[in-house]
């Protein structure tokens, strides 16, 4: 590690790391987009179909409001207040990077990012969000809301950042 530092080697290494973590978070982003415009693509998706033996169904739904439908109709009130909340979950990702250590508060952050970035892009674009994931459980409550794959990563996103901060402690 001495070597490395004394050379620079070590210094690149550092740079190439972060560049990753950002890297991640830009490619959840696409791939939150990706699976919406297939989803889009698919007129079958309106009508819905079960997978993994019906607990999980896909259905597109166009949630012009914000989880669950609320606050339908104030999409600039929605878009902004998303927008504002996603460039402080990006600066706070942006200024973790430098530190040392914390990969996992890290990963979090790319996942937050991403996935909030993915919603965000909907909303300012077209209007609403394409919602496709409704999860059939036996409390039944979570079967009333359909989901994205862009909302599973900031909840994983939120979850390892919790974790990571646990084990700072």
């Known amino acids: 590690d001495y070597a490395a530092r004394r050379s620079g080697t070590g210094n690149a290494g550092v740079k190439m790391k972060k560049l990753i973590f950002i890297q991640l978070a830009l490619g959840l982003f696409q791939i939150g987009q990706a699976v919406r415009n297939e989803v889009e693509l698919h007129p079958e998706m309106e009508k819905g179909m079960d997978v993994c033996g019906g ?33 402080g979950c990006a600066a706070c990702f942006l200024r973790l990077l430098w530190k040392e250590d914390r ?55 939120a979850l390892m950042i919790s974790i990571g901060q646990k084990e700072r402690v």
């Open 55 to 87: 607990r999980v169904r896909l259905e597109r739904l166009h949630n012009r409001g914000t989880a669950g439908g609320k606050m339908e109709g104030h999409m600039p009130a929605i878009a902004g207040t998303s927008g504002l909340i996603t460039a």
């Open 103 to 157: 990969d996992l508060q890290k990963t979090g952050f790319a996942f937050l990012v991403g996935g909030a970035l993915s919603n965000l892009y909907e909303r300012c674009k077209k209007g609403y969000v394409v919602d496709y994931l409704r999860f059939r459980l036996p409390n039944g409550k979570l079967g009333r809301l359909v989901f994205n794959l862009a909302d599973l990563f900031i909840f994983a996103g």
